[in-house]
């Protein structure tokens, strides 16, 4: 039996998500295609789109519609977790003020562009007197939302459902001196890879061939997909079947292309995995942080494992015959090359074991700045500090510090943590995957990397977000998240690549 009131919601609902995805083509499009003389006229389509949406998104029919689907208490999951969505947006899209939104993307639009002068000029004076307002309006927009505890919650929330200051504190407080410890190990070992290419050029066109028989391989449907190129790579799309992803190439790294297309990969399998039935609904994907646990469980677990170079080795060898510092290499050795970690001072480029204290610091920072602990005058020398703290090093200046990301600029505090959730995340997926299926290794050096697939296709991908992320942890690993698999992960990966000797700090503690 069919209810009424929830088929009336999902069609309008299904009109509102069709607009998003056309709004997603469009700027799809800029990234990829468009001819930058069109950027004008490309402003003004989006603009225009953007005003329909908001409409449709705040307007009294979908909030009568709501009421009424709301009122027949239905208990199907998938009815349950339409209902709560629906709500989420409605509510984010009718409690902030319309002059507050305008306001705030007044504020942003030009912080944008003095963030992006202030970094130039390694300035972060330029950039402070709006960074202090992009504070106050979030803070603003947290009392707004409504919040308990911190008004960091009430940010979080947007990009993470559910997601608090306690949780995130209390992973943070496992992961810190752990991470800590096995950076500073690493860089008192003598075993470092060295590069060993110097001249040699890795052309773009055999880079694209390896990496569509990688995604091939891992089960990316490229009659419901695409592999474009840009030049800040990321997946998005329009459907369940219309999933479009992006990389881009480096023709003197033979290896990064690859990586980040698995990526990107990663983020387009959960998008077109998920059921059918949920389409045109805001059901199929993942939150943030689930998102970025598919991607980096195939880019970083799956992408720089030895089993995974067991497997791709002999093929990528192939690629370039006439390459002889690539023909001198064995799996063992591209498994090395392909984990070296060394602390830098640019997030976007580091490792996976400095990654996260990267996010920690930023973490940290954006809470102290929110909950009026810490004034946006004294930040760059709040961010030397925990640089040096974490990883030994302080940035030269604050382009290489407080200004490198993009995120404060566009008003965005609160996101940071979602990356690191992604990271414990896939820790956790990863050990339950290889409980449930005991020769995953064995299949993944065979290249059956389908089997990894179709596993993350049950237990996650197919149900997109009918149950928040904590729920979905719990459903598919039997407990909620835990640090210790993630630290699990990285001391056992390398200890053995850089002969360490030292025992992990959160082994020894009682806890
Ligand atoms: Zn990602």
């Not at 979080?156 to 200051?165: A, N, R």
């Not at 990496?211 to 091939?216: A, C, D, F, G, N």
């Not at 609160?414 to 299949?443: C, I, K, R, V």
Request: a negative charge.
């Amino acid at each position: 039996m069919t209810n009424q009131a929830i088929e009336d919601l999902k069609t309008y609902v299904g009109g509102l998500q069709d607009l998003g995805h056309v709004m997603g083509l469009l700027s799809w499009d800029m990234e990829t295609q468009m001819p930058p003389a069109a950027a004008d006229s490309r402003g003004k389509q989006m603009g225009i789109l953007s005003e329909l949406h908001h409409q449709r998104a705040t307007a009294d029919t979908l909030k009568h519609l709501l009421e009424t689907a709301e009122a027949t208490g239905s208990n199907a999951p998938v009815d349950k977790a339409l209902l709560r969505e629906v709500r989420r947006h409605y509510d984010h899209a009718t409690k902030l003020p319309q002059a507050f939104v305008s306001e705030l993307t007044e504020v942003t639009a030009k912080a944008h562009h003095v963030w992006v002068e202030a970094r130039q000029k390694q300035d972060f004076s330029l950039f402070e007197p709006l960074l202090t307002k992009i504070v106050a309006m979030n803070r603003q927009q947290a009392d707004y939302l409504g919040w308990e505890g911190s008004p960091l919650n009430a940010l979080m929330d947007l990009f993470e459902p559910g997601l608090t200051v306690d949780e995130v504190d209390r992973l943070f407080n496992q992961l810190r001196a752990p991470l800590v410890q096995l950076v500073q190990a690493i860089g008192n070992s003598p075993h470092h890879a060295t590069w060993p290419f110097d001249n040699e050029r890795f052309a773009e066109a055999q880079q694209k061939e390896l990496t569509v028989k990688v995604l091939e391989t891992m089960g990316f449907d490229f009659k419901r997909g695409r592999l474009d190129k840009a030049p800040h790579p990321f997946c998005t799309n329009f459907s369940i079947n219309d999933v479009r992803l992006t990389s881009r190439y480096h023709e003197e790294d033979p290896f990064s292309a690859l990586l980040t297309a698995m990526h990107e990969g990663g983020h387009g399998l959960v998008e077109q995995q998920a059921d059918m039935a949920l389409e045109r609904t805001p059901l199929p994907g993942a939150t943030l942080g689930i998102h970025e646990s598919q991607s980096r469980l195939y880019e970083n677990i799956l992408g720089r494992s030895l089993a995974f170079w067991t497997y791709l080795t002999p093929a990528i060898k192939a690629m370039y015959p006439e390459c002889a510092a690539m023909q001198r290499l064995e799996a063992q050795d591209i498994f090395r090359l392909v984990n070296r970690v060394k602390p830098s001072f640019i997030r976007v480029e580091s490792d996976e074991v400095t990654y996260n204290l990267h996010i920690m610091l930023r973490y940290e920072l954006e809470k102290a700045l929110i909950e009026n602990q810490l004034q946006v005058a004294d930040l760059p020398a709040a961010w030397n500090e925990k640089m040096q703290a974490y990883l030994g090093i302080t940035p030269p200046n604050d382009s290489q510090g407080v200004l490198q990301d993009v995120h404060w600029s566009g008003g965005m505090i609160g996101y940071f943590p979602t990356y690191t959730l992604g990271n414990l995340y896939s820790a956790q997926f990863w050990h339950t995957a290889n409980q449930d299926n005991p020769t995953l290794n064995s299949d993944i050096e065979q290249g059956k990397l389908a089997v990894l697939t179709q596993w993350l296709r049950d237990k996650i991908h197919r149900h997109g977000q009918v149950d928040l992320p904590a729920g979905i942890v719990q459903r598919v690993t039997g407990q909620a998240l835990n640090a210790h698999y993630f630290l699990d992960y990285l001391w056992d990966k390398y200890t053995p690549l850089y002969q360490l000797s030292e025992t992990p700090s959160y082994k020894t503690t009682v806890s």
